[in-house]
């Protein structure tokens, strides 16, 4: 009804609408439709997928329905077959038990008791292993720390003493190697110090030397010039009286003059000379004084530290011979210790092995009653256990208390003593009896068995009268006739 009217409300608007009106019209309600037939597609296949979904899910709980009933087939089937097979077994074991049911009855109570006695003594020897083995793991283990912290401890010390000896060694190498150093610049600013002393005279002497040769030339300049005119004058009247001797006297003078010219630079060279040599003398001399006694007090140094050296390599070696010593001993205490725990080890092997092989040949009333029965009354138990419960005065005690754990031990130690000087006690009891058994034995078959040697000797079994002679005998040898005695009855009386 809605669509019918939907549809002529539509044909009414058409109606009233233009060409392109309906144009835009049909198109929007084709797009309408078209949206409307994909929601609906849309709808369909999300309708489809819950469908698959749901009928998938119907599917596996009707498979796991299916299973569990098949199961319950089979369990049932299974347990018709399991019930015969168990009607057989029962029957069967009925049958079995029956004829255990006695037997089981009698063991029952020895069992339990047996058992009880076994895990007891199973967990005593447990507890003795277990401590056993934490006493020995810690000494073994205090040994090795021990060992342990001696060889550290010797190590620490060894290379403490190292370290120093070598740091002293480069301080004591850093400071000759500064003293060498300083020793140099010393030697190197004393001779500056000379040159430049040297120096210093050369130029003083020197511009003395030029300033009286100045002196001296302008006092004589004035001599000279006066001297000069008197000499001119009579230079003139001697050369007026003699021009041939001028002449040659001009020429010894010219010559004479670079003569004294030349030995008066040579005089001055020489007597500067001379003078720088005394002038480096006194400071060469000077200079070897210091330095031999720069060289005196680095001999001494040197000789200390020498000995310092000597002293410290001597107390190093004394150091490293008494650490060899102690790592010797130590190699050899450790050695020693080594040796003496396998020694335990092996002793503890040994006794194991002696236990098993004990426990081999034990009886079963051992295997169930390890321990014998304290022939002790409940007071004097109560009493012991106080006593052991009091601390120790003595050392002997005190040591005592480390090896309770050994009391189990030594209780089947003791019970093996005893059954065993029981034994001997037995077998030396039954060793005499056998022997009086022989003796009887070898007088009996001395006695039924006749032969020469048998005669010759006193047989208590057999007494055989003298023989018969012809003659009547008389009373005296009716009176000397034996008895002879069986010697079953002798047996029988003796046993």
Same mark, same amino acid.
């Given at each position: 009804?809605?669509?019918?009217?939907?549809?002529?409300?539509?044909?009414?608007?058409?109606?009233?609408?233009?060409?392109?009106?309906?144009?835009?019209?049909?198109?929007?309600?084709?797009?309408?439709?078209?949206?409307?037939?994909?929601?609906?597609?849309?709808?369909?296949?999300?309708?489809?997928?819950?469908?698959?979904?749901?009928?998938?899910?119907?599917?596996?709980?009707?498979?796991?329905?299916? !299973? $569990?009933?098949?199961?319950?087939?089979?369990?049932?089937?299974? &347990?018709?077959?399991?019930?015969?097979?168990?009607?057989?077994?029962?029957? !069967?074991?009925?049958?079995?038990?029956?004829?255990?049911?006695?037997?089981?009855? =009698?063991?029952?109570?020895?069992?339990?008791?047996?058992?009880?006695?076994?895990?007891?003594?199973?967990?005593?020897?447990?507890? =003795?292993?277990? =401590?056993?083995?934490?006493?020995?793991?810690?000494?073994?283990?205090?040994?090795?720390?021990?060992?342990?912290?001696?060889?550290?401890?010797?190590?620490?010390?060894?290379?403490?003493?190292?370290?120093?000896?070598?740091?002293?060694?480069?301080?004591?190498?850093?400071?000759?190697?500064?003293?060498?150093?300083?020793?140099?610049?010393?030697?190197?600013?004393?001779?500056?110090?000379?040159?430049?002393?040297?120096?210093?005279?050369?130029?003083?002497?020197?511009?003395?030397?030029?300033?009286?040769?100045?002196?001296?030339?302008?006092?004589?300049?004035?001599?000279?010039?006066?001297?000069?005119?008197?000499?001119?004058?009579?230079?003139?009247?001697?050369?007026? @009286?003699?021009?041939?001797?001028?002449?040659?006297?001009?020429?010894?003078?010219?010559?004479?003059?670079?003569?004294? $010219?030349?030995?008066?630079?040579?005089?001055?060279?020489?007597?500067?000379?001379?003078?720088?040599?005394?002038?480096?003398?006194?400071?060469?001399?000077?200079?070897?004084?210091?330095?031999?006694?720069?060289?005196?007090?680095?001999?001494?140094?040197?000789?200390?530290?020498?000995?310092?050296?000597?002293?410290?390599?001597?107390?190093?070696?004394?150091?490293?011979? &008494?650490?060899?010593?102690?790592? !010797?001993?130590?190699?050899?205490?450790?050695?020693? @210790?080594?040796?003496?725990?396998?020694?335990?080890?092996?002793?503890?092997?040994?006794?194991?092995?002696?236990?098993?092989?004990?426990?081999?040949?034990?009886?079963?009333?051992?295997?169930?009653?390890?321990?014998?029965?304290?022939?002790?009354? &409940?007071?004097?138990?109560?009493?012991?256990? &106080?006593?052991?419960?009091?601390?120790?005065?003595?050392?002997?005690?005190?040591?005592?208390?480390?090896?309770?754990?050994?009391?189990?031990?030594?209780?089947?130690?003791?019970?093996?003593?005893?059954?065993?000087? =029981?034994?001997?006690?037995?077998?030396?009891?039954?060793?005499?009896?056998?022997?009086?058994?022989?003796?009887?034995?070898?007088?009996?078959?001395?006695?039924?068995?006749?032969?020469?040697?048998?005669?010759?000797?006193?047989?208590?079994?057999?007494?055989?009268?003298?023989?018969?002679?012809?003659? $009547?005998?008389?009373?005296?040898?009716?009176?000397?006739?034996?008895?002879?005695?069986?010697?079953?009855?002798?047996? $029988?009386?003796?046993?």
């Amino acid at each position: 009804m809605p669509k019918k009217g939907a549809k002529k409300g539509g044909a009414g608007k058409q109606a009233g609408m233009t060409e392109e009106e309906r144009l835009l019209y049909m198109q929007q309600r084709a797009q309408a439709e078209d949206e409307m037939a994909k929601r609906k597609e849309d709808m369909l296949t999300q309708f489809l997928k819950d469908k698959l979904q749901k009928e998938e899910r119907n599917s596996a709980v009707n498979l796991h329905k299916l !299973t $569990q009933q098949w199961r319950a087939v089979l369990r049932q089937t299974r &347990a018709a077959e399991l019930r015969s097979d168990i009607a057989v077994l029962s029957q !069967t074991f009925e049958r079995v038990l029956d004829r255990k049911d006695s037997v089981i009855k =009698c063991l029952v109570c020895d069992l339990s008791e047996a058992e009880q006695q076994s895990a007891q003594a199973l967990r005593s020897h447990l507890d =003795c292993v277990d =401590c056993l083995l934490a006493l020995q793991k810690g000494r073994l283990a205090s040994l090795e720390q021990q060992w342990n912290s001696g060889l550290e401890g010797l190590s620490y010390e060894f290379n403490s003493e190292r370290e120093q000896i070598l740091s002293q060694h480069q301080q004591e190498c850093a400071y000759l190697e500064d003293v060498t150093f300083a020793m140099e610049q010393f030697y190197m600013e004393v001779d500056g110090e000379a040159r430049q002393d040297y120096q210093s005279t050369r130029d003083d002497i020197k511009n003395r030397n030029i300033e009286e040769k100045h002196a001296l030339r302008i006092q004589l300049e004035g001599t000279v010039e006066g001297l000069w005119r008197q000499f001119q004058q009579a230079l003139r009247n001697y050369n007026e @009286a003699t021009e041939d001797r001028h002449i040659a006297f001009e020429s010894l003078r010219t010559r004479d003059q670079r003569s004294a $010219q030349e030995i008066d630079t040579q005089m001055r060279r020489l007597q500067k000379m001379q003078d720088s040599i005394s002038a480096l003398r006194s400071r060469l001399n000077s200079s070897q004084k210091e330095s031999e006694g720069a060289a005196r007090g680095l001999r001494a140094a040197r000789e200390e530290v020498t000995l310092q050296a000597r002293q410290l390599k001597a107390q190093l070696s004394r150091a490293r011979a &008494a650490e060899r010593n102690q790592l !010797t001993n130590l190699t050899v205490h450790s050695n020693a @210790a080594a040796k003496n725990l396998q020694g335990i080890i092996t002793k503890g092997e040994r006794l194991l092995r002696l236990a098993e092989m004990c426990r081999k040949l034990e009886t079963e009333h051992e295997k169930v009653l390890p321990f014998y029965i304290s022939s002790l009354t &409940a007071e004097e138990e109560s009493q012991e256990r &106080a006593n052991a419960m009091e601390p120790p005065s003595e050392e002997l005690a005190q040591a005592m208390l480390d090896y309770l754990v050994l009391e189990r031990f030594w209780q089947r130690y003791n019970k093996v003593l005893l059954e065993r000087l =029981c034994l001997e006690r037995e077998r030396g009891a039954l060793t005499q009896e056998n022997q009086q058994l022989r003796i009887l034995l070898r007088q009996y078959l001395d006695g039924i068995s006749v032969s020469d040697e048998i005669l010759r000797h006193r047989n208590p079994l057999l007494m055989v009268s003298q023989p018969t002679l012809a003659v $009547q005998p008389t009373a005296d040898a009716q009176r000397k006739r034996h008895t002879v005695i069986e010697a079953a009855h002798v047996v $029988q009386r003796t046993l």
